[in-house]
């Protein structure tokens, strides 16, 4: 069993060091984030960090598989992940849960899954011309 996850880890070691990335960028006490002044940076960073995570998961999944994702539990799993990660800043300093992040999580996750599905259609022809 333990080889086994091991392998996963291994095969998605890039998605991991996204995800870690991710739960460090999330709960670091609210202090310790710079503040630039920028209206809507935040959500900026947010759309990317899951758009970021969606790409190199794809990549990482069809590497390893040949193929894509089912793209609905793809999107849906990292949904489930983005809404932990909101979850989870309740629990950090100076750091609340917010759905409008949510919600910018979750366009960048679907955007890039559009793209990926979009992009492996076009390159075996399979987009109607």
Not at 1 to 17: A, D, H, N, P, Q
Not at 46 to 52: A, D, S, T
Not at 98 to 122: H, N, P, Q, R, Y
Request: charged content about 15%; some cysteine; proline content about 3%.
């Amino acid at each position: 069993m333990l080889k086994k996850c091991e392998s996963k880890v291994i095969r998605y070691k890039f998605t991991m060091g996204v995800v870690i990335l991710i739960l460090i960028g999330i709960l670091m006490p609210g202090e310790s984030v710079p503040q630039v002044g920028i209206p809507g940076l935040d959500k900026v960073v947010h759309f990317g960090m899951f758009f970021v995570l969606t790409g190199v998961y794809y990549l990482e999944y069809l590497m390893n598989n040949k193929k894509l994702p089912v793209w609905y539990y793809a999107v849906a799993c990292l949904f489930v992940f983005a809404g932990s990660t909101e979850f989870m800043q309740l629990f950090a300093s100076s750091r609340s849960m917010d759905i409008l992040d949510l919600s910018v999580d979750t366009m960048g996750i679907f955007i890039a899954s559009l793209l990926w599905v979009a992009f492996v259609k076009l390159r075996e022809g399979k987009v109607a011309k």
